[in-house]
Every structure is written in C-alpha cells, then in structure tokens.
C-alpha cells in the first residue's frame, strides 16, 4: 500500500493526553515523522525518527511511538496552543518515497 | 537563523506555465537535500519533488513526473520547481522544505510560508 492514514478529527479536553494514529504499511520498516501546522502557517516538525524531537520541541509533552503498521504521535497536558494540524509523513519503498497522511485536525475544548 | 523563501506564485492559466523559486538562508544550502511539498486550499500535504544536495538525483510524486521540473543552484542557494503544462488541480500553496541531516534525515525540518499557484481560466 502506499498510503497513511489518519483519522480527520479529534478532540481532547485541555490538561488531557490525546494520541494522533497514522497507519501504513511502510510504517511495519520505516518510523514517521510528525508536523503540526496551525492556520496560516507553514507546518512545523515535532518529532523525527523512532521518538525524536527538534529543539524547541516540549519534551515533556510529545512523544511518539511505533508498533506493527501504526505509528502514534500522544500529546500529554494537552495545551491550548496544541490546536492544530498534524500530518505524519514516511516512506513507501513500493511507490513515492515520500507520503504524507491525510492529517489530523486536533481540537482542544 | 534558518529561513527559506518562495516566491513565483500567481494566477496562471490552464495549459499555462510558471517557475517557482525558494531562497535559502542561514544554514549551508549544499549540505542538504531540499524538496517541494504542496497544499490544496483547505487540504493535506502533498510532497512533490527532492533534489539531493548535490543535484545529481532527483525525484518526483508519480503523478507529476512529466510536467514538473526541480533545480537547484547552490552558489546562489536556490531552489527552484518548473511547472508546466498547468491544470486547476495543481492549485495549491507550494512550499520549500529543507530536508534534515544525520538522524533528522529522511524528515523536513524547516519550511518557507509558502507561495501560492492558482490555476484558473
């Protein structure tokens, strides 16, 4: 297959832990990399590799995991300022070798 | 500070070509590989091209090999994408993203704003 998929929408209450999925088979040999993009802006990375996060990323706050055919991207304490976009992106070693999920639009209520 | 600026975008006709443009600063352009990642109005990312530092290798979606075109010009540190024989669904935003090195490879660790192509009669 040559797709990720993520679910359109979900929701968590500020303070809460909320876990974004994305399935794919690539994702049973390569790991996912996860933005979040706010409206207006460009997207921005928050983890790379198997757990990995860029400078400036909270690491008490995002994490990221891996089993069989779904990685997951959680948000612990979810912030008000977590609201946003989030699009995983791996490999597909049978097509494109770049692929974007469909992402996710997190609402904190 | 890392930055990269597109530029380019505009209203084209269908059939209608348009070069696209990025200008990358604060970091050794020809260390990294550099691609364009694209947006419909209102959709999710869509990756488009990557060019490896040194130009030699080049990849494209499937879906737009033939009419799209990535370059890059690393005295200058430039990026570039032709575009070519142009159709509304190539609307979009189009955004340069610079590509990580050693453990951050294989992800995008900083995007330009984005230049937008509308593609309408």
């Known amino acids: 297959s040559s797709e990720l998929t993520q679910d359109p929408a979900v929701s968590v209450t500020l303070g809460q832990t909320v876990r974004i999925a994305c399935q794919g088979a690539?994702?049973?040999?390569?790991?996912a990399n996860w933005y979040q993009q706010k409206p207006g802006q460009g997207p921005i990375l928050v983890i790379f590799?198997?757990?990995?996060r860029p400078s400036g990323i909270p690491p008490d706050r995002f994490s990221a995991s891996r089993s069989g055919d779904t990685a997951s991207l959680t948000i612990t304490g979810t912030q008000a300022e977590d609201e946003a976009d989030y699009y995983c992106q791996s490999r597909d070693s049978s097509g494109n070798p770049v692929l974007f999920g469909g992402g996710t639009k997190l609402t904190v209520l | 500070e890392v930055h990269l600026v597109e530029s380019g975008g505009g209203l084209v006709k269908p059939g209608g070509s348009l070069r696209l443009s990025c200008a990358a600063s604060?970091?050794?352009?020809?260390?990294?590989?550099m691609n364009w990642v694209r947006q419909a109005p209102g959709k999710g990312l869509e990756w488009v091209a990557s060019i490896t530092r040194d130009g030699r290798h080049i990849l494209y979606a499937d879906s737009l090999k033939d009419r799209f075109s990535i370059s890059r010009d690393n005295p200058t540190n430039s990026l570039y994408l032709e575009m070519s024989s142009l159709r509304a669904e190539d609307t979009a935003l189009y955004y340069c993203?610079?590509?990580?090195?050693?453990?951050?490879?294989?992800?995008?660790?900083?995007w330009g704003q984005g230049t937008l192509v509308t593609v309408s009669p």
């Open positions: 590799g198997e757990n990995n």
């Open positions: 690539g994702l049973r040999t390569y790991s």
């Open positions: 604060g970091f050794v352009f020809g260390n990294h590989h």
């Open positions: 993203a610079r590509e990580g090195v050693g453990a951050n490879g294989g992800s995008f660790d900083h």
